[in-house]
C-alpha cells in the first residue's frame, strides 16, 4: 500500500484523483490530509523529539486512517506540500532552514517519505499561458505580491485557463467524461511535466530541457537552486509546482520521451 499526504482536504487529492485516472494502474493507495502547512509539521516532528514518524503525526491530526496502521505497512509515502511564501509567522530565514530539515528527512518514498514542495502553493499548475507555454522557464512571483494578494488569485488572472479545470477530470459519481477529454487532459499533464522538468533543470543547470537524470532535479536540489538564484537576488522563487516532477520521478524517463 502506498500513502499519499497532502497539505490540503480539497484541491490536492482532486488533482490527484485526476493523476490515478489517468497513468496509475490498481495498486492500493491511502490519501488523507493533513490540514496545515508544511512548518507546521515540522513544528509537530520536532515536538515528538526525533520519535515521531509522518503516521503518528497525521493520527494526532485525526487524519481517517485506518485503525491500527503503522508506517511500516506502507511501501511507499509522499508527501505534497507548498512553500507558503505568504506565510507571515516566519521570517524566510526561518522558513529556509525548517524547510532544508524536511527536505532532508523526506528524502526517500521507501523510507519516512519524499516530500514534493509546490512553489509558491498547488496553484503554480495554473499559472501558465496556453500549453505549451515557452515562456514558462521565465516565471517568477516575489514574496511581496503573494503578502498583498492571495497567489491564487494572481494566477488565475495570468492563467490562460482561468482556473485548475484543464487538469482536472470530472468526478466519474456526478459525469463520466469522454474519450476526447481524457486524451485532452492527458496530454496537458504531459506539457507540464515537460514545462515544469525543464524548468528544474534550467533552475539547477542551466540547461532548459527535459533531464535525462532523475538526480539532478532532485528536491533538495531545487530548493538549492531557489535559494541562490532567486531568492538571494530579492525575495523571488521560481514558480514551480511538485506534481509535474513526482510524475517525471515516478516513471521511467524514456516514459516521458
Not at 139 to 164: H, Q, T, V, W
Not at 184 to 213: D, F
Amino acid at each position: 500500500m502506498i500513502l499519499f499526504v497532502f497539505e490540503g482536504a480539497e484541491r490536492e487529492p482532486r488533482i490527484f484523483m485526476t493523476l490515478e485516472r489517468l497513468f496509475f494502474g490498481k495498486e492500493e493507495r491511502l490519501v488523507c490530509s493533513f490540514g496545515n502547512n508544511i512548518y507546521e509539521l515540522y513544528r509537530q516532528l520536532r515536538a515528538f523529539d526525533g520519535e515521531g514518524d509522518i503516521v503518528s503525526i497525521l493520527r494526532e491530526n485525526n487524519a481517517q486512517l485506518p485503525s491500527g496502521v503503522k508506517s511500516s505497512d506502507f511501501s511507499e509515502i509522499y508527501l505534497f506540500f507548498d512553500y507558503d511564501f505568504q506565510n507571515t509567522n516566519l521570517n524566510l530565514e526561518e522558513m529556509n532552514e525548517r524547510l532544508r530539515e524536511m527536505l532532508e528527512l523526506f528524502d526517500n518514498e521507501t523510507d519516512n517519505g519524499k516530500l514534493y514542495i509546490s512553489y509558491p502553493m498547488v496553484e503554480s499548475l495554473c499559472y501558465t499561458k496556453q500549453l505549451p507555454d515557452e515562456h514558462f522557464v521565465e516565471y517568477s512571483i516575489s514574496r511581496r505580491d503573494c503578502m498583498e494578494r492571495s497567489f491564487k488569485d494572481l494566477a488565475r488572472e495570468f492563467s490562460y485557463y482561468g482556473s485548475l479545470d484543464f487538469v482536472e477530470l470530472p468526478d466519474s459519481g456526478h459525469r463520466r467524461p469522454g474519450k476526447r477529454e481524457v486524451a485532452r487532459i492527458r496530454q496537458n499533464w504531459i506539457w507540464l511535466v515537460q514545462q515544469h522538468t525543464s524548468k528544474a533543470n534550467y533552475m539547477c543547470n542551466g540547461e532548459n530541457s527535459m533531464p535525462l537524470n532523475k538526480a539532478i532535479v532532485a528536491q533538495p536540489r531545487i530548493f538549492m537552486a531557489q535559494c541562490e538564484n532567486y531568492l538571494s537576488d530579492g525575495e523571488r522563487i521560481a514558480v514551480l509546482n511538485g506534481f509535474p516532477l513526482f510524475l517525471f520521478e515516478y516513471f521511467k524517463v524514456s516514459f516521458w520521451q
